[in-house]
């Protein structure tokens, strides 16, 4: 468009010559000069004319820039109020009382199932009773089928037996691997307490452990137990090959004021190996402890030995304050979690594991006895297991170092 112009105004510059050498009688140079002083004349004008409307232009886009500028700072301020308000917010105390209302809700629709089971069950048998027909055969049918109490058994070895056996300094313990999935390698060990008898026979825990009575007993055992567990957990670091221990512990030994200040002693003087030592508590005396033995828990935990819970009775627990106390894992059945997982969680299986390790608590699963039991655990991404088909309990090797393993069987880690 501006070549045009340009070509316009030559055209003009000439005819402006023309006329002066023809019409005005010019001199050819005075003709050629006219024409020359009306091109520039014309040049100036337009350059004047350009200038102005692309002074025009750019005044206009620093407008359009100003104001995109300015609805970005609008834009900036209300992103930043919205984000002190998410900040205001405190989404996990909110989150952990949706996951508590759902965790109630849940129970809420299970009991109100089980409430109208109960009543198609009074509706049946109130018309089996209306015709006069099938009364017992209609009681038998609905009616639970439940095992006959029987009394509790005590332990086969007499706690007098026991205490000479310890006297003779003839307990000992076993070890059973915990493996992690899918890897099967060695996570960590369980200390298990065993009873050498005098036929050369070993005694299970549950052969020789008082049920009732006996704190002192118990006391003793899991406080050497925890030694054992110590000096494992020492010469698997010399050796290179790090694992956790876990240790057996209850609240009748934090009951026992002597044997709680020595295993604070002996948890204090070996630090260095804290991390990899790990005390296992039955769930509901962790859940019962007085207030004193919570306190000795919590100096445990101080001293950075994590605790994990056995026998839990559910898995609704709230996994944030549990961390606060030094909870690093919860073990859960095999069995009962495939078979019956309502009566652990309202969640779905292959959930849990992962709402669980959101707090940095571990979900070990105890009582795998078969390869099933392992595709379903990996099905729903559980990374910790034990039981016989995984490894069964063995004594630990005497000689400890980088080129022997600590556990003498050869079931352990199947696979």
């Not at 129970?107 to 509706?123: D, G, I, K, P, Y």
């Not at 009681?139 to 003779?168: H, K, N, Y």
């Not at 106390?325 to 969640?347: E, K």
Request: glycine share 8%; net charge negative; proline share 5%.
């Amino acid at each position: 468009m501006r070549g045009l112009v340009y070509i316009f105004v030559g055209l003009v510059a000439v005819g402006i010559a023309a006329t002066a050498y023809l019409g005005l009688t010019f001199t050819p140079i005075e003709a050629l000069l006219a024409g020359v002083s009306g091109l520039a004349i014309a040049l100036i004008v337009l350059q004047r004319s350009l200038f102005l409307h692309d002074m025009q232009r750019l005044e206009k886009s620093i407008q359009d820039l100003s104001r995109l500028l300015s609805t970005d700072a609008k834009a900036g301020q209300n992103l930043t109020r919205r984000l002190n308000e998410l900040a205001n917010i405190e989404p996990e105390r909110r989150l952990e009382v949706l996951e508590a209302d759902v965790s109630v809700l849940g129970t809420v629709v299970r009991q109100l199932a089980e409430s109208m089971a109960e009543m198609e069950e009074r509706q049946l048998r109130g018309s089996a009773n209306a015709s006069g027909t099938g009364d017992a055969r209609q009681e038998a049918a609905t009616a639970p089928a439940s095992a006959p109490a029987t009394p509790e058994e005590g332990p086969v070895i007499p706690l007098e037996i026991l205490r000479e056996a310890l006297s003779e300094d003839r307990l000992v313990h076993y070890i059973e691997p915990i493996i992690t999935l899918p890897q099967r390698r060695t996570h960590g060990f369980d200390l298990l307490p065993r009873l050498l008898l005098e036929d050369g026979d070993v005694a299970k825990s549950a052969d020789f452990m008082p049920r009732s009575g006996g704190t002192d007993v118990i006391a003793e055992i899991e406080t050497v137990g925890l030694l054992d567990a110590i000096t494992l957990a020492r010469r698997s670091l010399t050796a290179g090959e790090p694992v956790v221990i876990y240790a057996h512990l209850s609240k009748s030994t934090l009951a026992v004021p002597r044997e709680k200040e020595r295993i604070l002693a002996l948890l204090d003087a070996n630090r260095a190996v804290a991390e990899h030592l790990c005390v296992i508590m039955p769930e509901q005396d962790f859940t019962e402890a007085a207030s004193s033995s919570l306190k000795a828990l919590e100096e445990i935990a101080g001293k950075g030995v994590g605790i994990s819970l056995s026998a839990t009775r559910s898995l609704r627990l709230n996994y944030g304050q549990l961390f606060e106390r030094g909870v690093r894992s919860v073990r859960a059945d095999t069995v009962r979690f495939i078979d019956h997982p309502a009566s652990y969680t309202d969640f779905h299986t292959a959930d849990i594991a992962a709402y669980v390790g959101r707090f940095d608590v571990e979900l070990i699963m105890t009582g795998v006895s078969t390869e099933q039991h392992v595709l379903t655990l990996l099905d729903d991404g559980i990374g910790l297991a034990k039981g016989p088909h995984l490894g069964e309990p063995g004594p630990i090797r005497s000689e400890f170092s980088k080129s022997s393993a600590i556990y003498a069987p050869a079931t352990a880690a199947k696979g």
